[in-house]
């Protein structure tokens, strides 16, 4: 599993974050799950491989949204079970 996030810029509200995960949903099929923050200016996707930043770019400016920043890395799972093996 991949943690992709996206810095991101214009989003103001609760609606803008939905907008922006409903285009990442639409625009990867592989995607397990997403949430956004328009306080910190954030998109944080996990995925099951690494998703490329053009795509990336592609499925979120034409929202009217700017991706400033896109960064990868390795997911580990937290929880109970997570800790363990």
């Known amino acids: 599993m991949v943690k992709t ?3 991101i810029d214009g989003m103001a ?3 803008c974050e939905a907008h922006v995960n409903d285009s990442i949903r639409k625009a990867f099929s592989n995607v397990k799950k997403v949430t956004s923050s328009h306080a910190k200016g ?3 996707i996990v995925s099951e491989a ?3 930043a053009d795509a990336i ?3 979120i400016d034409p929202t009217g949204y ?3 920043d896109v960064k990868s890395e390795t997911y580990q799972k937290k929880g109970l ?3 363990f093996g």
């Open 5 to 7: 996030t996206v810095k």
């Open 13 to 15: 509200c609760s609606m």
């Open 42 to 44: 954030e998109t944080v």
């Open 50 to 52: 690494e998703l490329n």
């Open 57 to 59: 770019h592609a499925a």
């Open 66 to 68: 700017k991706v400033l």
């Open 81 to 83: 079970f997570g800790r």
